[in-house]
C-alpha cells in the first residue's frame, strides 16, 4: 500500500521529466557555453577548443576599459529613464482608461498597436521622423518657426530620441498589466473607501496604487530587464552614436563579437550584464514580497473597516 502511494506522487514528475530535461539542457547549456567562453582568448576564426585559455584576463580588461565603462552607464541611464517614464505614463493611462465609456475597447486595442510592431521597423520609422529635413519632427518645428533639432547627429539629443521611440513602443506594456491588474482589483475596497468619502485621488494613491503594487513591481522588472537587451532599435537609429552616446551593452557586444572579433570578450560581458540583470531580479522579487505582504495587511484593514 505504501508502495503504491509513492509511485502515484511520482507520476507527475516523470511526466514532467521530458520537458525539465530539455529545458535544462536548452537553457543551462548555453549560459556554460558563454562562461567558459569568458575565459578564452578567442575569435571566430578560431574553434572554442583551439582558443588559449586566458583566465579572468578578459574581466579585469574590462573593468579598465574606458569604452566599457561608458556604455555601462549608458545602459543604466537609458534603461532607468525609460522604465520610470513608461511606468508614470502607462499606469497613468491605465487609470484614465479603467471606465465604461463608449469606444473603449477600440481606444484600448490602438494603444497596443505600437508595440506588435516588429523593432527594426520602429527604428526606420523614427529615423525617417528624425530626418534633419524631411523629417516630420523638424519640418512642423521650422513651420512653427523654430530652429531644427539635431535628433540623431547630437549626443543629448540622440540619446533623448531612442528614448522616445523606446516609450512609445513599450509603454502599451506597462498599460495593458496595469489595466489588467486594476480591473482585478477587489470592488469591496474601493466600495468601502467610497462609502467612507474618499475621493478619486484618495482611491488612487491609498486603495490602488498600494493593491497594485505587487503586479507593478514584476512589470517593472520585466520591462528593466528587456530594457538592458534593447538593440535593433538603436542600431537603426543611431548605431551607438554620435560617440559612444547610445552604445548600450548589447550593441557593445554585439560589435565586439562582430567587428572586433573578440568573441571571449563579448563573452565577459555577456556575462557581466547577466549579473546586474540577475541582481537587480533577486532585490526586486525580496522587494515585491515585502510589498505583497503589506498589501495582503492593508486590505485586510480595509475590509474590517
Do not use: C
Amino acid at each position: 500500500m505504501q508502495s503504491s502511494f509513492n509511485t502515484n506522487r511520482l507520476i507527475p514528475y516523470f511526466f514532467l521529466a521530458p520537458a525539465l530535461i530539455i529545458l535544462g539542457v536548452a537553457l543551462l547549456y548555453p549560459i556554460g557555453y558563454m562562461i567558459y567562453a569568458s575565459f578564452l582568448d578567442w575569435n571566430p576564426s578560431q574553434r572554442i577548443g583551439e582558443a588559449d585559455w586566458v583566465g579572468l584576463r578578459n574581466y579585469t580588461f574590462l573593468l579598465h576599459d574606458a569604452s566599457f565603462r561608458e556604455s555601462f552607464f549608458v545602459t543604466l541611464k537609458f534603461a532607468s529613464i525609460v522604465v520610470i517614464l513608461e511606468m508614470i505614463i502607462g499606469v497613468g493611462l491605465a487609470l484614465l482608461l479603467d471606465r465604461n465609456i463608449r469606444g473603449m475597447s477600440a481606444l484600448r486595442t490602438i494603444f497596443i498597436l505600437p508595440m506588435m510592431i516588429a523593432p527594426i521597423v520602429v527604428g526606420l520609422m523614427w529615423r525617417y521622423m528624425y530626418h534633419p529635413t524631411v523629417g516630420i519632427f523638424n519640418r512642423t518645428l521650422k513651420d512653427w518657426g523654430f530652429e531644427a533639432i539635431p535628433w540623431l547627429s547630437d549626443s543629448w539629443w540622440s540619446l533623448v530620441s531612442v528614448i522616445i521611440a523606446d516609450i512609445w513602443q513599450w509603454t502599451p506594456f506597462i498599460f495593458i498589466l496595469s489595466l489588467a491588474a486594476l480591473q482585478s482589483l477587489p470592488r469591496s475596497a474601493l466600495e468601502a473607501s467610497r462609502i467612507d468619502g474618499a475621493t478619486g485621488w484618495q482611491q488612487i494613491f491609498y486603495i490602488k496604487l498600494p493593491l497594485m503594487m505587487p503586479v507593478l513591481i514584476v512589470t517593472a522588472l520585466l520591462r528593466l530587464i528587456d530594457a538592458f537587451k534593447v538593440l535593433e532599435v538603436i542600431l537603426v537609429l543611431t548605431n551607438g552614436g554620435p560617440g559612444l552616446s547610445t552604445e548600450i551593452l548589447s550593441l557593445r557586444i554585439s560589435r565586439t563579437a562582430s567587428e572586433f572579433r573578440e568573441l571571449g570578450v563579448a563573452a565577459a560581458m555577456s556575462n557581466y550584464l547577466l549579473i546586474l540583470l540577475f541582481v537587480l531580479t533577486v532585490a526586486m522579487f525580496l522587494y515585491n514580497k515585502v510589498v505583497e505582504k503589506h498589501a495582503i495587511k492593508q486590505q485586510a484593514k480595509t475590509e474590517e473597516a
